[in-house]
């Protein structure tokens, strides 16, 4: 796991040695260990490592390999977890390996089957390979997207890194706020992939790949993007026998599990005590060579502390088991470096950025983590509402006047988050899971960010056009498949994936996620909903695991991981949220007598404004200081 930076010249051959050595010290917290740079011919690499695989001086990036009198430069973020078979493979047709790394295996890989490698992979990463003889960069992010590439080009530059930041340091672009794509902040605590926050900045999609080189005439560079990846799904083409289907479950996330603990570094598991992470935990026991350490967080609010379903879990597997014990007073000591460690801003991430650095304190360089397994297995409400909502499509022959009507008398009658909700579902132009599924992951209401902000609030939504690609491809397939392809595709990729890199990052810690295996993925998502129907959550998943997991855990509440944000928000950070939204009123797009309104609106306990609607306001407000953003 590390950082990696480029710069490309497009139009000469300029060395960006100085602009790259600064975007290298910009994500230093990504690599501790190691740091290097390339330049040739206008085409300059950086890389900072954090050694977890071959920790010796043979791993130092920028990388070199030759090969039938080629050569090859990369610069690798991530893990291949498959490396050693494809060495194998690769050795047995002459290539020839100096290190133990799977840095090094890539280079071989691309050098024998250029971008087809890429289905030989079974990883998380992000890389950039300059084949020298031919002047091209090729660079690509893995199947998931795990791990991030952010990218910027202007007239004579193409610009790509780890992180935001990383762009910025170059010096070569002036950081402004995009005033469209602030409207998908408001609407979803993010910004969709391509696009980000800031202007200009975008970024390359999961499972795709990009080609820097020469146009025809050889006098600039060009690029192209492609998609390398999407789920190869066999919807409705076989019978699935239920108990087949639980034993094929069960090991396609045992191997999913065993090969993440290749590692050269100590490694742990974040334990909520939910059914994700206990599953993880349960299975890192199986295959693990040593002692398993857990770690948890623990809070003195008994609502929110799931310590001792953590503590049953720790218990039965005989794990090292490490509580992370913090108050209200420990938190607001923690969060403004945890708003700074945030490369793109979002309503999500001091949780993980508490876990990682006790996790990491404890000499943990590498962990497992139970993400993914809500949108895999249907373990959110939407999974079930979706279904519902497909019995409901009689409401269509119901005129729409009448059915906003509708939605209006039941908003009044359940005031609130869900009452707004279920207003604009029935007010819409289609009552479908397609048009409703928008809705479900509002967290602001378009009336509310019209009281808040003056800048452009239509057109170009990066999150309608998330949607849109991710439905053409998916409208044959099973319906629960196709919430967890929205589920992946959106909250998962953009809220939930980017946070845990950017604040397990900050502290040089690396997260690998096993249920993202893709083998598992395309499994699940192909099978038909009568297996998989959420009758109780994560049925599936439970299912499979046997009686590997108490069933305390099983059939507790789902509570997820989340921080007792109301209580703090009003009492021990509420000057903290005061001081950051009086400093958002202030910037040229935002209406400071409407922030003003919605926080004392959350103060007195409106069910319209909870603390999810105003705290992405708060972290966007911090977030825009620190790094010095224009509006």
Known sequence: MCGINGIIGLNGKSDHREQVQRMNNALAHRGPDDEGIFSENGITLGHRRLSIIDLSSAGHQPMQYEHAGKKYTLIFNGELYNFREIKKELQQEGFVFRTNSDSEVVLAAYAKWKSDCLMQFNGMFAFAVYEHAAGEVFIVRDRMGIKPLYFFQNENEFIFSSEI????????????????????????????????????????????????????????????????????????????????????????????????LVSDVPFGAFLSGGIDSSAIVALMTEVAVSKVKTFSVVFDDSEFSEAVYARRIAEKFKTEHHEIKLSPEDFLHELPAALDAMDHPGGDGPNTYVVSKATKQAGITMALSGLGGDELFCGYSIFKQAAELERKKWL??????????????????????????????????????NSAYPFYRMVLMEDQIRTIYDGRTRGGSAFDSAIKNINS????????????????????????????????????????????????????????????????????????????????IVDRPKMGFTFPWKNWMKNELKSFCEVRLHSLGERKYFNAKGLDELWKKFLQDDPRVTWSRVW???????????????D
């Open 616 to 630: 992405p306001l708060v972290a966007l407000a911090h977030w825009l200081n620190k790094n010095g953003i224009d």
């Open 396 to 433: 269509n022959v119901v005129p729409r006047a009448m059915r906003s009507a509708g939605g209006n008398i039941a908003s009044k009658l359940k005031r609130g988050v869900a009452g707004d909700k279920r207003k604009a579902i029935l007010s819409s132009s289609a009552v479908d899971f």
């Open 473 to 552: 491809g998916n409208s044959s397939h099973h319906l629960l498949s196709r919430v967890s392809m929205l589920e992946i595709g959106t909250y998962m990729q953009n809220v939930l994936l980017r946070d845990t890199d950017q604040m397990a990052m900050a502290h040089a810690l690396e997260v690998r996620v096993p249920f993202l295996d893709y083998k598992l993925v395309e499994y699940v998502l192909s099978l038909p909903d009568e297996i998989k129907y959420p009758s109780t959550p994560k049925k599936l998943l439970v299912d499979s695991l046997g009686d590997l997991l108490p069933r305390e």
């Open 165 to 260: 930041r990383g762009i910025i340091a170059s010096g070569l672009m002036k950081p402004e706020i995009s005033e469209t794509q602030t409207r998908d902040y408001f609407l979803y605590q993010t910004v969709h992939a391509p696009s980000t926050i800031i202007a200009g900045i975008s970024m390359l999609p999961p499972g795709s790949y990009m080609q820097i080189r020469n146009n025809q005439n050889g006098t600039k560079k060009e690029k192209e993007i492609h998609q390398w990846w999407s789920p190869k799904i066999e919807a409705g083409k076989e019978k699935f026998n239920y108990e087949n289907v639980k034993k094929k479950v069960r090991q396609l996330l045992r191997d999913a599990v065993e090969c993440r």
